[in-house]
C-alpha cells in the first residue's frame, strides 16, 4: 500500500511539473499579436474555429498573402482558411494538412509549391512561427522528431528554452494571453497595404546567396514532400491543387525552369498543378499590385482573388452559393473598411 502510495504521489509531482512549463512556455513565448504579421491570430485562431471550412490553403507566407478567404466567400459562398506561416517548408506544410484533417473537414487542398523555388533557412524564427501556436498533439511530436532541426528540437516542444530571458519584457497581455484566446476574423490572411521601401524604389532584393543557390539540388532533396502531400491527399479523400500563386520576381532568371522541374514531378506524380502566373493579362497585375517581388499587397491580392474565385467555379472546383452567413459578412464590411484606411 505505502509503494502504491509512493506511486501516486511521483505521478501527481511529475504532473505538476509538466503543467507548470507549460504554463511557462505560455507566459514566456511570443504572443505575435502585431497587425498585419499577427501569426499569433493566424495560426493558433484556426484552432479555435467552430465550423468546417471546406477549401484551405497551405505554405509559405506567399500564400498568406494571397488568397483572401473573406472575399472568396463574398464571390462564391464558400468557406476557407489559410493555415501556413512564414517560409513554411514543404515538409511542415504537409504536417499542417495533417492537423486540419484533424481539427477541421476539409475538402478541397491547396499547396504553394514557393518552398522549393527559394533556399529556406529554417531558423530560431522560422521554427517558432511555425510550432509554437500548434498545439501539443502525436503529429506535432512526429512534427518535431522527423522534420525540426536537431538544434531547434528542445525549443520546439518547449518555446520556454529560448524565450526564458524575456523576463524584462514581459506585459500584462504575456499573463492573460491563452491558445483559447486566438482569433482572426481575415481567416489567415495577411493584408498588406502600399509596398516595401526597398520595392517602390527598385532596389534588388537579390543577394549573393541566390546567385550561388544550386535549385536543381534543393528541389530534388525536397521534391519528396510533394509526394507525401499528395499521399495524404489521396488517403483523406482530398481533392489537392499545387500551385503558384502571382509573383514579380524579374531578380532570379532561374524562375520560369524552377517551376517547370516541379510542375513536371506533379505531373509525372498524377497530381495537379496550377500556375497563376500564366494568368497575368487576365489579372491585370502591375507592379503597384505588389508589396515586394514576391508577395502581393491588399489591392494585387483582391484582382487575384475575384479571378481565383471565378476561375473555382467555372473549373467546377466548386458551386457558387448563396453568401449569406451574417458574421462572415460583418467581417467582409470589417475588411473593406480596413483595406480602405490609411
Known amino acids: 500500500m505505502k509503494k502504491l502510495y509512493k506511486i501516486i504521489k511521483s505521478v501527481i509531482f511529475i504532473l505538476i511539473i509538466i503543467c507548470g512549463v507549460f504554463y511557462l512556455n505560455q507566459i514566456f513565448m511570443r504572443k505575435s499579436l502585431e497587425k498585419p504579421w499577427d501569426m499569433g491570430n493566424k495560426i493558433g485562431g484556426f484552432y479555435n474555429e467552430v465550423e468546417d471550412f471546406p477549401i484551405m490553403f497551405f505554405g509559405t507566407s506567399h500564400a498568406y498573402c494571397s488568397f483572401e478567404p473573406l472575399v472568396i466567400y463574398e464571390n462564391t459562398g464558400n468557406k476557407s482558411y489559410v493555415f501556413s506561416s512564414q517560409q513554411q517548408p514543404l515538409a511542415i506544410s504537409a504536417r499542417y494538412i495533417k492537423e486540419a484533417i484533424r481539427e477541421n473537414n476539409p475538402k478541397i487542398i491547396f499547396v504553394d509549391i514557393q518552398a522549393l523555388l527559394l533556399e529556406l533557412q529554417e531558423d530560431y524564427s522560422v521554427v517558432h512561427s511555425y510550432a509554437d501556436y500548434m498545439p501539443l498533439s502525436v503529429n506535432k511530436l512526429e512534427m518535431i522528431l522527423r522534420n525540426v532541426p536537431s538544434e531547434f528540437k528542445m525549443q520546439a516542444l518547449l518555446p520556454f528554452v529560448s524565450y526564458h530571458s524575456r523576463w524584462d519584457e514581459l506585459t500584462e497581455e504575456d499573463y492573460h494571453i491563452t491558445f483559447s484566446s486566438y482569433e482572426d476574423y481575415l481567416k489567415g490572411y495577411v493584408l498588406l497595404k502600399n509596398q516595401s521601401e526597398n520595392f517602390k524604389n527598385n532596389v534588388s532584393d537579390t543577394d549573393e546567396k541566390l546567385k550561388k543557390f544550386d535549385y536543381k539540388k534543393y528541389i530534388s532533396e525536397n521534391i519528396n514532400f510533394i509526394d507525401e502531400i499528395i499521399k495524404i491527399a489521396r488517403e483523406n479523400n482530398l481533392e489537392l491543387y499545387f500551385v503558384k500563386t502571382p509573383i514579380y520576381y524579374h531578380d532570379d532568371p532561374n524562375t520560369l525552369e524552377k ?46 482573388n475575384k479571378f481565383f474565385s471565378n476561375f473555382l467555379i467555372e473549373n467546377n472546383i466548386v458551386s457558387k452559393k448563396v453568401a449569406d452567413d451574417k458574421l462572415w459578412l460583418k467581417d467582409l464590411e470589417k475588411y473593406n473598411f480596413e483595406k480602405n484606411k490609411i
Request: cysteine-free; charged content about 20%; hydrophobic content about 35%.
Open 259 to 304: 517551376i517547370n522541374l516541379i510542375s513536371n514531378h506533379i505531373r509525372e506524380a498524377q497530381g495537379t498543378f496550377i500556375n497563376f502566373n500564366d494568368y497575368y493579362d487576365y489579372l491585370n497585375l502591375s507592379k503597384e499590385d505588389f508589396y515586394d517581388p514576391s508577395h502581393l499587397n491588399v489591392h494585387g491580392a483582391e484582382k487575384f
